[in-house]
């Protein structure tokens, strides 16, 4: 089993930033990929972005440019930068961790944290 748990969420303005981070423990040795999905009120749970342990990277088109997703595998966590956030990016972001060998779908999720941003 792993356990997610994650922090740095809140209200910014529009055009801020925030860091969400996410730190993992457990099995972690069992797990390729973490990242983010996020879900707005009325709207399916969406991939943000996502990095697997060989440092590869995967955003949605929604968030490229604005938002970095990296890891730190000697903290076991990982972290996602939202910089010239807009109101469209007002969600619960869920953390998640995707087992070997790919890492794609994701098998554990972190509480959720709530990103708000005011216009």
């Known amino acids: 089993q792993v356990q997610l748990v994650e922090s740095g969420g809140g209200l910014v303005q529009a055009g801020g930033s925030l860091r969400l981070s996410c730190a993992a423990s457990g099995s972690i040795f069992t797990i390729n990929a973490m990242g983010w999905y996020r879900q707005a009120p009325g709207k399916q749970r969406e991939l943000v972005a996502r990095i697997t342990s060989g440092g590869s990277t995967n955003y949605a088109d929604s968030v490229k440019g604005r938002f970095t997703v990296s890891r730190d595998n000697a903290k076991n966590t990982v972290y996602l930068q939202m910089n010239s956030l807009n109101p469209e990016d007002t969600a619960v972001y869920y953390c998640?961790?995707?087992?070997?060998?790919?890492?794609?779908?994701?098998?554990?999720w972190g509480q959720g944290t709530q990103v708000t941003v005011s216009s």
């Open positions: 998640y961790a995707g087992e070997f060998p790919y890492g794609v779908r994701p098998n554990y």
